[in-house]
């Protein structure tokens, strides 16, 4: 692993400095499934807390797409054009194809034109895992913006007949902009680990290699989510606790500094018995499941989101976020929360990235156009018709942000960054 003090000697840090959220609106209660298994509301939310998810029930609401919008209102409230974004992670259980990457549908939508993209596939450890990824990025200093985002579609790849699994589940998407700063802090340390030999317990068997499509496979349901909930539940109990105090240990903390742990939220008897062992006082525990079920990858950073929203993390404050996963996985990370929790942005502002949306959508499709017909149309350049339309799209998108730097410069020369705790810019020198 690598050593995390080695690190911090860089003195670049990584802060989260926007959030995001994204759920689909179809609310499906506990009594609803009650008419499509044999279930109950009371069975339901005894053995896991959750009494009602959000389904994606438009089949043009896809993992992508939730993952764009949350990604959206993540740059909103981080202040900053979706051309500095440097890479998208997207980790998701329920991707849009086994290739192309999710993340780069993503890289299309928001019109991220300077960033890589690339899928993480860690179940419900991976935003975890992909934070990880990001600080590492950061401090290496490949990358300033990181758009790490939790995505899933999970309706999709349910069996609506397996009362042992379509209970749980439900789709949303959360995302964080992680960005580089001179300013101690941010995201301290992450434990990342894995027990294949679990592999069989939590699994989608069919789509890939091992298991390629056939009309068998489609019969017998091995593209649907397949569970032993009671070794997944043994080995949750037990892993939330460890992977906590294992973060904590690699940042030098202990259990007392911690002001708020936002676990995993599969299950509410999950949650209660790993946090008994860590004697952590209810308070200090986020919850959300009994709105929006197990979101997979997606569930710690709609509860950040939903944290923050209810100011519950203050600046300065210790978090944990800590997960587990199919694989058998799991991931933790404690971060010194480094931002104002309260953004506002200005109309005009808005409205300017509202603009340069509008014309990434407009690039992708003269893009994909371009694709299509290969260089038949030619300007009298030589140049693709279809890539020089595209220039001119990108050099209108480019004229929006330098309008929009020199508006802000405008109305407050001061302020180009969010401030951090101790008073500086994220853009001053350390
Ligand atoms: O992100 C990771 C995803 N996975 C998880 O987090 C899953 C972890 N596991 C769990 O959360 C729990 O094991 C479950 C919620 C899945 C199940 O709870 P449990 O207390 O472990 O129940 P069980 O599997 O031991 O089943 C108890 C009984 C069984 O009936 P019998 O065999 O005792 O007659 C099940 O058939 O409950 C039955 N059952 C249900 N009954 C009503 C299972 N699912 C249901 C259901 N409604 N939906």
Not at 6 to 33: D, Q
């Amino acid at each position: 692993m690598v050593d995390e003090s080695g690190i911090m000697a860089f003195g670049r840090y990584a802060h989260i400095v926007g959030w995001g959220k994204a759920v689909p609106n179809r609310v499906v209660t506990n009594h609803e499934l009650e008419q499509i298994v044999d279930t109950s509301d009371e069975w339901i939310r005894s053995r896991t807390g959750i009494h009602q998810r959000r389904i994606a029930v438009d089949p043009a609401e896809t993992t992508a797409t939730l993952a764009a919008k949350a990604a959206r209102e993540a740059l909103e409230v981080a202040d900053i054009p979706a051309s500095k974004v440097d890479m998208i992670i997207v980790a998701t259980s329920s991707p849009e194809h086994t290739f192309p990457a999710t993340a780069c549908a993503v890289q299309d939508m928001i019109g991220a034109v300077n960033a890589g993209a690339f899928d993480l596939s860690a179940a419900c450890s991976g935003f975890v895992y992909g934070l990880g990824v990001a600080k590492g990025l950061i401090a290496s200093g490949q990358a300033e913006n990181v758009l790490v985002i939790g995505a899933e579609t999970l309706s999709r790849i349910t069996d609506w007949s397996d009362r042992n699994t379509c209970v749980l589940f439900g789709d949303g998407a959360g995302a964080v902009l992680v960005q580089s700063s001179p300013v101690p802090g941010g995201i301290l340390a992450t434990e990342m680990g894995c027990d294949g030999s679990g592999g069989d317990l939590l699994i989608l068997p069919a789509g890939g290699s091992k298991m390629p499509a056939t009309l068998e496979t489609v019969a017998s349901g091995q593209h649907f989510i397949k569970m032993n909930g009671r070794a997944v539940y043994r080995f949750a109990t037990r892993i939330m606790a460890e992977a906590t105090r294992r973060v904590l240990s690699k940042a030098n903390l202990t259990v007392d500094d911690i002001d708020l742990v936002i676990p995993h939220q599969a299950n509410e008897r999950i949650i209660a018995v790993s946090m008994r062992n860590l004697k952590l006082p209810e308070e200090k525990v986020f919850r959300n499941l009994q709105y929006y079920g197990n979101t997979s990858t997606a569930s710690i950073p709609i509860a950040l989101y939903e944290a923050l929203e209810q100011d519950r993390i203050k600046p300065n404050d210790t978090i944990v976020m800590v997960g587990f996963g199919a694989g058998l996985t799991w991931a933790g990370t404690a971060i010194k929360w480094g931002v104002p929790t309260e953004k506002e942005t200005s109309l005009w502002r808005a409205s300017q990235r509202s603009a340069s949306y509008g014309l990434a959508k407009a690039r992708s499709q003269w893009l994909r156009l371009s694709h299509l017909l290969g260089s038949n149309l030619v300007t009298e350049d030589g140049e693709s018709l279809a890539q020089a339309l595209s220039n001119r799209l990108e050099d209108w998108r480019k004229q929006l942000e330098s309008d929009e730097e020199e508006e802000e410069q405008r109305h407050d020369p001061k302020q180009e960054k969010p401030s951090l705790p101790n008073g500086t810019s994220s853009s001053d020198e350390s």
